[in-house]
């Protein structure tokens, strides 16, 4: 009786150890611009407005845990490293940063069910690939299109490939080189646009 009585009271004991420790709180990440602020035409005036559709991103990765590639085909997500926004509002958010730093137009979004104001040219981005692992390599693979307007008439289209190797085991690794890579799709795009004759004023 002794005996029983002593492993009941460890077992409770384990219990009620176990029910006191706290797991370890998740670890939230944005990617974030990589150009510095600046006024690229020196007058403060943009010279034209980018109007950007949602970014669409694959189904596979539209989810708060961070996607990570384990093989060839395998991939598994992580419940303690999550994206602190929406990853198609963050990739939307960086790009129209950094074009703004790198061009001389003003980016707007345009909502699904309409716009935000009126835009000279309209840019649609549609990310084929955006995966990668702490300590592989990083991949962005994106089509992006330039058309008149709100209009379909495109007036460029380009696919792009970017890879960069993630140097250490850390997510914040990863998502650093993330960041890079949505900065030369930024500095693609920007060279595009810089070829496009400016339209303001528009009145």
């Known amino acids: 009786m002794k005996y029983s009585a002593r492993l009941i009271l460890f077992i409770s004991l384990a219990f009620m150890l176990g029910g006191c420790a706290s797991p370890r709180p998740p670890t939230y990440y944005l990617l974030e611009p990589a150009f510095v602020a600046g006024d690229p035409d020196g007058d403060g005036q943009p010279c034209m407005v980018i109007g950007l559709r949602p970014v669409r991103i694959p189904s596979y990765i539209d989810r708060p845990q961070i996607m990570v590639r384990t093989g060839r085909n395998e991939l598994a997500i992580s419940e303690s490293n999550l994206w602190a926004e929406p990853l198609d509002e963050n990739i939307a958010r960086v790009i129209s940063r950094n074009l703004e730093t790198l061009t001389c137009a003003e ?3 345009i909502l699904p069910a309409g716009r935000s104001g009126p835009a000279d040219y309209t840019l649609r981005i549609q990310v084929a690939a955006f995966e990668g692992g702490p300590g592989g390599e990083a991949v962005l693979e994106a089509g992006w299109t330039l058309s008149k307007g709100e209009s379909r008439r495109t007036i460029t289209s380009q696919r792009s490939r970017f890879t960069k190797p993630v140097p250490g ?4 690794y990863l998502v650093s080189a ?11 795009i920007a060279r ?8 303001l004023p528009r009145n």
């Open 169 to 172: 085991d850390d997510y914040t």
């Open 107 to 109: 980016v707007v979004n």
């Open 192 to 199: 595009a646009i810089a070829d496009l004759p400016p339209t």
């Open 178 to 188: 993330y960041s890079e890579l949505v900065a030369r799709l930024s500095g693609e």
